[in-house]
């Protein structure tokens, strides 16, 4: 090892990895430069190798999926659904604990209208993290909204097909409160 290097060793059934953690932080450093000057493209090049060379970088695989979704958005780089919920998946295996992890996967599905799959991550994310379970609740409950009525425009004109929809969307705008349905009513009155 060289002096002044952080390295972390990874023991497994089979072998023993050195990883040298700069290079990790260097490599994470460039991809975000991409990110921050707004070439998806060329960051989530960078957080595939990233992710390929360190697969037990939680942060790699995470980055990997946030600048795949940037880049199948924006600029037309197409990064296949199921890549990008893979690698989200795969850092929340590797760092459980990480909200945000979880939040952004949910933001991701209801994107692709995977709705009961980002109600999931988003609880998730909420039982982790109380101290920001309202901003993850209010965020489902309006990114979820929005969604369905931009993917089902035709909803908006027929309040008893909106119900459903709206009612899950206020339900959980109510969780973000912390207030019960018939408290809501009553400052509604």
Same mark, same amino acid.
């Given at each position: ?81 199921? +890549?990008?919920?893979?690698? @989200?998946?795969? *850092?929340? &295996?590797? !760092?459980?604990? #990480? /909200?945000?992890?979880?939040? $952004? ?11 009961? +799959?980002?109600?999931?991550? @988003?609880?998730? *994310?909420? &039982?982790? !993290?109380?101290? #920001? /379970?309202?901003?993850?609740? $209010? ?51």
């Amino acid at each position: 090892m060289t002096q002044g290097s952080l390295k972390t060793i990874i023991i497994t059934a089979r072998d023993i990895t050195v990883i040298d953690m700069a290079d990790i932080e260097k490599q994470l450093n460039e991809g975000m430069k991409a990110m921050d000057e707004g070439d998806f493209k060329k960051a989530y090049s960078k957080f595939k190798k990233l992710a390929e060379e360190f697969p037990n970088s939680p942060e790699a695989w995470f980055y990997k999926a946030e600048t795949g979704n940037m880049a199948s958005g924006m600029f037309g780089a197409k990064v296949p659904e199921e +890549e990008i919920m893979a690698s @989200y998946k795969k *850092a929340i &295996e590797l !760092d459980p604990e #990480n /909200s945000e992890y979880y939040a $952004s996967y949910g933001a991701f599905c209801v994107s692709i209208g995977k709705y009961d +799959e980002a109600e999931g991550a @988003y609880n998730e *994310a909420a &039982e982790i !993290d109380e101290s #920001n /379970s309202s901003r993850f609740f $209010s965020e489902f409950a309006s990114d979820y909204y929005s969604n369905v009525l931009a993917r089902y425009g035709e909803i908006m004109d027929d309040p008893k097909a909106r119900a459903p929809y709206a009612k899950k969307a206020l339900l959980y705008m109510l969780k973000a409160l912390d207030m019960e349905p018939e408290e809501a009513k009553n400052l509604l009155q």
